[in-house]
Antibody
Framework: EVQLQQSGAELVKPGASVKLSCKTS????????MSWLKQMPGQNIEWIGN????????GYNQKFKGKATLTVDKSSSTAYMDLSSLTSEDSAVYFC???????????????WGPGTMVTVSS | DIQMTQSPASLSASLGETVSIECLAS??????LAWYQQKSGKSPQLLIY???RLQDGVPSRFSGSGSGTRYSLKISGMQPEDEADYFC?????????FGGGTKLELK
């Protein structure tokens, strides 16, 4: 059974950084991309970027370059996202989601983590 | 970026009613479209991929159609457990983008 377990809620001060984790099980981590996504309360979902479990290769939404840094630890099948210079605009729920890629059917998010709520407040 | 415009923003349906949600892309996306269901306080779940293919385990009352820039999700026979937010998402071009969502309630 594919499972994505995300780290717990974070309360951080403005200007600080935070590192979120997404520990996976039930599939071969190095064969898939992992995406990170942002959802502010009552709002649309935004795609932050992808990271490949096999070699750590990344692709980012231009909007989040400089804000988010994606990494992986293959030994523990865990993906990480660092968020830096946090402001109130970064307060949101952040999801990790496995990317299923198919030449015929395209790319889509087939399994999601439960989300991590990040609150930026002094 | 490709803009995904969903309509309606909200709707209510009676038990057993057929419901349709539309998604309009700002340019052609060649059926690289998925639909997700998000229940309150939960993470999204994949319903439909490649515009019309049903994800394993999703009830057959859900179906997707469309081409080019216009796509739709249909629920044939509203059930209480279908109360949720629904989002479309394109993966044709980076950055991948989502529609603004449709809140579906049981009347």
């Amino acid at each position: 059974e594919v499972q994505l377990q995300q780290s717990g809620a974070e309360l951080v001060k403005p200007g600080a950084s935070v590192k979120l984790s997404c520990k996976t099980s039930g599939y071969t981590f190095s064969n898939y991309y992992m995406s990170w996504l942002k959802q502010m309360p009552g709002q649309n979902i935004e795609w932050i970027g992808n990271i490949y479990g096999g070699n750590g290769g990344t692709g980012y939404n231009q909007k989040f370059k400089g804000k988010a840094t994606l990494t992986v630890d293959k030994s523990s099948s865990t993906a990480y996202m660092d968020l830096s210079s946090l402001t109130s605009e970064d307060s949101a729920v952040y999801f990790c989601a496995r990317v299923y890629s198919s030449y015929i059917y395209g790319w889509y998010f087939d399994f999601w983590g439960p989300g991590t709520m990040v609150t930026v407040s002094s | 970026d490709i803009q995904m415009t969903q309509s309606p923003a909200s709707l209510s349906a009676s038990l057993g009613e057929t419901v349709s949600i539309e998604c309009l892309a700002s340019e052609g996306i060649s059926n690289d479209l998925a639909w997700y269901q998000q229940k309150s306080g939960k993470s999204p779940q994949l319903l439909i991929y490649a515009a019309s293919r049903l994800q394993d385990g999703v009830p057959s009352r859900f179906s997707g159609s469309g081409s080019g820039t216009r796509y739709s999700l249909k629920i044939s026979g509203m059930q209480p457990e279908d109360e949720a937010d629904y989002f479309c998402q394109q993966s044709y071009k980076y950055p991948w983008t989502f529609g603004g969502g449709t809140k579906l309630e049981l009347k």
